[in-house]
Nanobody, 122 residues
């Protein structure tokens, strides 16, 4: 069982930066790849980024590539999403998720956090 708790969301002006974090419970954190997803009101949830269990491999959605960076600290059981050059269309609830495979993936996530709101104002 893995429990995930996100933090760090907030309000930022367009063009600004924000970092969100996700703390995980469990003793085998490095065995899970991790992902970030987002969902805006009235829209479907979409993949944002993923990182392998080792932290050596990442993958990003085209809409955020070059602006967002995902990382992890396995000693702290925590993953991060550093968001830069934020746009109003990045406004959404951001959710972290854990995949039972250590290989970074855009789907097949099994454990989910409750989310943290990120708002980029124009």
């Amino acid at each position: 069982q893995v429990q995930l708790v996100e933090s760090g969301g907030g309000l930022v002006q367009a063009g600004g930066s924000l970092r969100v974090s996700c703390a995980a419970s469990g003793r085998t954190f490095s065995g899970y790849s991790m992902g970030w997803f987002r969902q805006a009101p009235g829209k479907e949830r979409e993949f944002v980024a993923a990182i392998s269990g080792s932290g050596l491999s990442e993958t990003y959605a085209a809409s955020v590539k070059g602006r967002f960076a995902m990382s992890r600290d396995n000693a702290k059981n925590t993953v991060y999403l550093q968001m830069s050059s934020l746009k109003p269309e990045d406004t959404a609830g951001y959710y972290c998720a854990a995949n039972r495979s250590p290989v970074a993936s855009i789907d097949n996530y099994y454990y989910w956090g409750q989310g943290t709101q990120v708002t980029a104002s124009s």
